[in-house]
């Protein structure tokens, strides 16, 4: 028996490392200066919220998540729990991290819908639109997010930056995918009485439309956020810091109780927002419930 | 012939395909084929085929047809929600297909409006604004609009809900709200598919008279879908009949009741029968006077007078029926003439909630007293007059 029967023939030789990193190498070249820009305005971006950020007083953010998870909620207990996790994190020592965590999710978050909101609209359209976009969205979410980490990098340097990019292009895919599927949904008789009382196209879609699929988009932006934050500690390998960075130190030091306060914090933070903006969307609900 | 200035709407041999191969099946459906033929060969669906009628200013002109029958694809070309794939639609005159971007939205805006079958309303809007939707998208000032609004609200008998959201209305409120926005444009034509078959027989009722009277006042030209014969024949001033995507007898309702086109037409309106469709539960009402047996005479003439009625129910301690107590009676057993058992008449009409009507009109006519709606227990379920039985059977 040959060889080539059992064992894959190396004679087959597909190669697209090098044009990849050819490209990669002429994007670095050539388009230096676009990157420059957005370089400069993202981190324009971060330095922005990074300061009001930091500018907030720690006993302001927990007395506005009680109030938010009580108005949310009607429940004083779920409004203590939540402000208690909160300020665990501030005992464990955690508070400056968790801001610069908290800067970098909410930048991404802002640029997620920035292009994720439209992108969705426009995906709900077209089905020929829908059809070439659904495999981009599907694998900017299965690729393993350290392939993209690498040339973001490159591009954009080290720290917050590429994170951001980074991070966007794992977390957008959710609020593409529900903007488009919230539109698409509704209500067929819905959309033809905004046609046949005379809307444009313009109108059908802002005045019926994108307001009739609102608790579905939130989900989404939902989606998009809990995405986000589960990209802190795969982005601390490009030197973002931050919770995530505590976390890598601790792997690379084999100190747990560091890893578990650092994880813990992340875990808090996501469930607080988690249940805020969940809150969000079941108000949405029941306002378009039928 | 007909005054042409009369004639608003005019269909002319309107088909409309769904599919791929059109123009095979076109030419097949042109030479006779049927449409289950085409269907299987082509896989192309026949929704309407080569149908043409006049509507005439004022008038109500129903389509009535079973599901699949191509009436809702006919209504949806009238407003070009679909577009046909031959033939014409024209507006005084004018064909619509013509119709640039402009003249099209110009049309909907101001010449015709559209009821839908499910509503159709916009959840996130409360009433008001769901009224004032069409004046919106053409551009009425806020004001203007909302006053507008307002008055069609009263008009429908909604006062008073403007600031509601659609979630807190019934289905028979939710289509007054449904038929409120399509006149709030002040429309030629009202496009309605169905309106009324998501609803209770009693509340459907309700609002074809509600339509009727609103048809006098504002003299609307009513294009009006309905799978109901009764419904049809009820409203319109002409009645269209379809069966495949085609119109089988167009005519008034007395002559088609008269002179049914062929069997098909026949069967249709021998379903007309109210009676077999509706049962008592649907007519009957709480009786106004009901009474206890231990109360006494005084008790009972003092309900009676309260109430306004010369007679009571009277019933036992678990709410059994016992009978019916008249004025004169009760006045009797107060002076002491009689006993309030012997004054109780026992022998009275009972008929139970599933009792279809059609059954109670023998029973009904002769009955003295309003037959009593009883379950298996004897408990006391409501009362059917005679004059909710005959009306219901118009």
């Known amino acids: 028996m040959p060889d080539w029967f059992i064992e894959f023939p190396s004679k087959i030789n597909l190669n697209i490392k090098d044009p990849i990193?050819?490209?990669?190498?002429?994007?670095?070249?050539?388009?230096?200066?676009?990157?420059?820009?957005?370089?400069?305005?993202?981190?324009?971006?971060?330095?922005?919220?990074?300061?009001?950020?930091?500018?907030?007083?720690?006993?302001?953010?927990?007395?506005?998540?009680?109030?938010?998870?009580?108005?949310?909620?009607?429940?004083?207990?779920?409004?203590?729990?939540?402000?208690?996790?909160?300020?665990?994190?501030?005992?464990?020592?955690?508070?400056?991290?968790?801001?610069?965590?908290?800067?970098?999710?909410?930048?991404?978050?802002?640029?997620?819908?920035?292009?994720?909101?439209?992108?969705?609209?426009?995906?709900?359209?077209?089905?020929?639109?829908?059809?070439?976009?659904?495999?981009?969205?599907?694998?900017?979410?299965?690729?393993?997010?350290?392939?993209?980490?690498?040339?973001?990098?490159?591009?954009?340097?080290?720290?917050?930056?590429?994170?951001?990019?980074?991070?966007?292009?794992?977390?957008?895919?959710?609020?593409?995918?529900?903007?488009?599927?919230?539109?698409?949904?509704?209500?067929?008789?819905?959309?033809?009485?905004?046609?046949?009382?005379?809307?444009?196209?313009?109108?059908?879609?802002?005045?019926?439309?994108?307001?009739?699929?609102?608790?579905?988009?939130?989900?989404?932006?939902?989606?998009?956020?809990?995405?986000?934050?589960?990209?802190?500690?795969?982005?601390?390998?490009?030197?973002?810091?931050?919770?995530?960075?505590?976390?890598?130190?601790?792997?690379?030091?084999?100190?747990?109780?560091?890893?578990?306060?650092?994880?813990?914090?992340?875990?808090?933070?996501?469930?607080?927002?988690?249940?805020?903006?969940?809150?969000?969307?079941?108000?949405?609900?029941?306002?378009?419930?039928? | 012939m007909k005054n042409n200035e009369n004639i608003v709407l005019e269909v002319k041999n309107l088909s409309k395909l769904f599919g791929k191969n059109k123009t095979p099946a076109f030419e097949m459906i042109k030479n006779g084929g049927d449409k289950g033929e085409v269907a299987k060969k082509l896989g192309v669906t026949v929704a309407i085929n080569d149908v043409s009628f006049q509507v005439e200013r004022g008038k109500i002109f129903v389509l009535i047809g079973l599901s699949g029958s191509g009436k809702s694809t006919v209504v949806r070309c009238l407003n070009l929600l679909q577009k046909p794939t031959s033939g014409d639609v024209l507006f005084e005159g004018k064909s619509i297909l013509s119709f640039d971007k402009k003249e099209l939205l110009e049309y909907r805006r101001r010449k015709v409006s559209m009821v839908f079958q499910s509503f159709g309303l916009m959840s996130h809007r409360n009433v008001l604004e769901n009224v004032a939707y069409g004046l919106e998208v053409r551009g009425t000032k806020k004001a203007e609009r909302e006053s507008r609004a307002r008055e069609i609200i009263q008009m429908v008998g909604l006062e008073g809900w403007e600031e509601m959201s659609i979630s807190q209305l019934s289905g028979g409120m939710r289509q007054r709200v449904g038929i409120a926005r399509a006149l709030a444009n002040d429309p030629e034509i009202l496009l309605m598919d169905e309106p009324f078959s998501a609803l209770d027989p009693l509340v459907r009722r309700d609002m074809q008279f509600e339509l009727l009277s609103i048809q006098k006042k504002l003299n609307k030209t009513v294009v009006f879908i309905t799978h109901d014969i009764n419904e049809a024949f009820k409203l319109g001033d002409m009645v269209a009949i379809m069966k495949d995507g085609k119109i089988i007898q167009l005519d008034t309702p007395e002559n088609m009741a008269a002179n049914p086109a062929n069997e098909y037409v026949e069967n249709f309106i021998t379903s007309a029968d109210k009676g077999q469709i509706y049962s008592v539960k649907h007519i009957m009402q709480t009786p106004s006077c009901m009474i206890r047996i231990r109360d006494g005479a005084n008790n009972a003439l003092k309900q009676m007078r309260d109430n306004g009625v010369s007679s009571a129910y009277v019933v036992g301690e678990k709410l059994d029926l016992i009978g019916i107590l008249t004025l004169d009676d009760a006045m009797k057993v107060r002076s002491g003439e009689i006993t309030m058992q012997d004054a109780v008449i026992k022998d009275i009409l009972t008929t139970t909630k599933d009792t279809l009507i059609s059954d109670l009109l023998s029973v009904a006519a002769s009955a003295k007293y309003p037959i009593a709606v009883v379950d298996e227990e004897n408990h006391l379920k409501g009362i059917v007059s005679k004059a909710s039985v005959l009306s219901s059977l118009v």
Not at chain 1, 44 to 60: E, K, T
Not at chain 1, 90 to 118: D, E
Not at chain 1, 122 to 128: E, I, P, T
Not at chain 1, 276 to 284: D, N, P, S, W
Request: a neutral charge; charged letters at 15%.
């Open chain 1, 21 to 290: 990193d050819n490209f990669i190498d002429y994007l670095v070249r050539e388009w230096d200066p676009f990157f420059d820009a957005i370089t400069r305005f993202l981190r324009g971006l971060l330095n922005n919220i990074g300061f009001i950020v930091d500018r907030i007083p720690w006993w302001l953010l927990i007395v506005l998540v009680f109030v938010l998870t009580w108005r949310m909620s009607k429940n004083i207990g779920k409004a203590i729990l939540y402000s208690a996790l909160l300020f665990s994190i501030g005992a464990l020592g955690l508070w400056s991290l968790m801001n610069t965590t908290l800067t970098i999710i909410i930048a991404s978050v802002i640029i997620s819908i920035l292009i994720g909101f439209p992108v969705g609209v426009l995906v709900s359209s077209s089905d020929k639109l829908n059809s070439f976009v659904r495999p981009i969205l599907d694998t900017m979410q299965t690729m393993p997010t350290f392939v993209y980490l690498i040339p973001a990098a490159m591009l954009l340097g080290l720290g917050n930056v590429p994170a951001v990019i980074a991070t966007t292009v794992y977390a957008v895919p959710p609020l593409i995918r529900l903007t488009s599927h919230g539109i698409r949904q509704v209500d067929r008789e819905v959309i033809e009485a905004a046609i046949a009382f005379g809307s444009t196209k313009w109108q059908s879609l802002i005045k019926v439309k994108i307001p009739q699929a609102i608790p579905t988009i939130m989900t989404g932006i939902n989606q998009t956020i809990m995405m986000a934050i589960s990209m802190v500690v795969t982005c601390s390998m490009i030197g973002v810091t931050g919770l995530g960075q505590e976390v890598l130190i601790s792997i690379n030091r084999l100190e747990a109780g560091r890893g578990f306060s650092a994880g813990i914090s992340i875990v808090i933070i996501a469930i607080i927002i988690d249940r805020l903006t969940q809150g969000l969307v079941e108000k949405g609900e029941a306002a378009i419930e039928e």
